[in-house]
């Protein structure tokens, strides 16, 4: 039987450096194939090629035998190629139903028989989303969970899943795969792009790595394993650098000074009654699910939201009381949240990445002149692009243009370049590849050898337990529980996250 998608030599190139180089990839009908490769690396290139996303500069592409080439992803969807892309294409105005069907609406709609046929078919697959609400009030599980339905909803023969788990839950990844072996057995064929290797290892039948552009290794799932992943994948073996570092006494860091103190904050629902406190020198891990108020609390402190007027709680910075209203004060006072949604929250996206670092520099106030200088910005730029290694043809690209884990160095980098006390990073490492995991774990932890007060949010019970020196659990909107990492083990903490 012919593969339903065949690639021969496709390359394509921007600015005359090639994305993709002289790549080969065959889908099979029916098998759930596993992309896999660092940030950078052509993954998502190679599959917005199958999906009309962008057109490939030479190669040939063949779709049931038949050769082509998809202008746009209408035209890709109109002959049964859905993708479901990592940062959700959904229409923020809109409600959920309205997203699931836009495109399919009859001359006369009847908005009570779309909320019911979506809530049947989101039960259908699992999904605990209401169809009534709109995308723009949803957090990022959410938008992706109707990304994932809007595509299956489509019937396509061939879905591309790009990092679909980033933001989901253990329960609802464990919904999201048995949707895809579902898929699988109907003879749905499915390209996986993850950087979670155990779920390609576990769910893939097959698995395809690139790297810096060209196929580098192909063949059956089981004929892999984590170490030959990784090796493929970035050249060397990552597995002691990454998740089993051994923290010891000797390894914790004592903590400093009191920098931030929390006391019985609450915002509506989300954040009820909450106290902690932060310390500098220290990382300071902070895990619930997805509801639990982790991200609302930070949120909080960072001025993005705000607490309840009356009995909203107590904060204190650097031991005065204060209350922001919006996050320039915030930052002013040196306080930087690190957004988990880098899309919507975290970079302007049209502007170069010498512009993204020093709009960081101007939220702070640090700039000492009134007009831009422009040789500081180049300069703001390239000390922070080498500190973080980003890859780009040079700072004048637009972010835009990056691969996910440079987006995220950028964010994180136009956030330290405003010279904080308090570094708050919400899912630092999400969509992103394990070599730049590394690096970024690298950074977070000389930022607290260096003196900073640092709360890393994360969702993923290793990163908690490798980058922590006291992890606090969050559930149903307050801290429950604090746990050494001496003694954490991931059924403990989950374990203070549930019950």
Not at 7 to 26: C, L
Not at 167 to 195: C, D, Q, W, Y
């Amino acid at each position: 039987m012919a593969p339903i998608i065949e690639m021969r030599n496709i390359t394509k190139s921007y600015r005359g450096v090639p994305a993709v180089k002289n790549v080969d990839f065959t889908l099979e009908k029916g098998e759930i194939h596993a992309l896999l490769g660092e940030n950078g690396a052509g993954k998502s290139t190679l599959t917005k090629i199958i999906a009309g996303v962008v057109e490939a500069s030479s190669g040939e592409m063949k779709h049931q035998g038949q050769t082509v080439s998809y202008g746009t992803p209408f035209e890709a969807l109109s002959h049964g190629i859905a993708m479901v892309f990592q940062e959700t294409s959904l229409v923020p105005s809109m409600t959920v139903a309205q997203n699931i069907y836009l495109g399919e609406e009859k001359f006369l709609n009847r908005l009570r028989g779309i909320y019911i046929s979506a809530q049947q078919f989101l039960q259908s697959l699992n999904f605990t989303v209401d169809p009534t609400a709109t995308v723009a009030t949803l957090g990022a599980a959410k938008r992706q969970m109707v990304e994932i339905a809007r595509a299956v909803h489509h019937k396509a023969d061939v879905i591309i899943f790009d990092e679909p788990t980033a933001t989901l839950t253990p329960e609802e990844k464990r919904h999201f795969f048995a949707l895809m072996r579902r898929l699988k057995s109907s003879g749905v064929s499915i390209i996986f792009i993850t950087h979670a290797l155990e779920e390609a290892l576990a769910h893939a039948t097959r698995i395809s790595i690139l790297r810096d552009g060209e196929l580098v290794a192909s063949g059956k799932a089981s004929e892999f394993d984590r170490d030959k992943v990784v090796r493929a994948m970035v050249g060397r073996n990552l597995t002691n650098e990454i998740y089993n570092r051994k923290r010891t006494a000797e390894t914790i860091r004592k903590r400093g000074a009191q920098v931030l103190s929390v006391r019985d904050i609450s915002m509506g629902s989300m954040v009820r009654n909450t106290s902690f406190s932060i310390f500098e020198r220290q990382i300071t891990g902070i895990f619930g699910l997805i509801g639990s108020g982790r991200t609302e609390t930070f949120k909080v402190v960072s001025g993005i939201n705000k607490r309840d007027f009356l009995r909203g709680g107590e904060i204190e910075f650097d031991g005065r009381p204060v209350r922001y209203t919006v996050p320039a004060e915030a930052v002013r006072d040196g306080i930087v949240y690190v957004t988990e949604d880098r899309k919507l929250e975290g970079f302007f996206e049209t502007m170069s990445i010498a512009e993204n670092f020093y709009s960081g520099v101007l939220a702070a106030g640090l700039e000492k002149h009134s007009i831009i200088s422009f040789r500081e910005m180049r300069a703001i730029a390239a000390d922070w692009s080498k500190r973080l290694d980003v890859k780009a043809i040079n700072s004048n690209a637009r972010v835009v243009e990056l691969s996910g884990g440079n987006q995220q160095k950028v964010v994180i980098g136009k956030g330290l370049a405003q010279k904080p006390r308090l570094v708050i990073f919400d899912e630092p490492t999400r969509g992103v590849d394990v070599g730049a995991i590394a690096e970024i774990h690298q950074f977070i932890n000389q930022l607290a050898d260096d003196g900073l007060a640092v709360v890393v949010i994360s969702s993923y019970l290793p990163e908690i337990m490798n980058l922590s020196d006291r992890i606090l659990v969050c559930r149903q909107g307050r801290v429950v529980e604090e746990v050494s990492p001496l003694e954490a083990s991931e059924e403990k903490i989950m374990f203070a996250a549930v019950h």
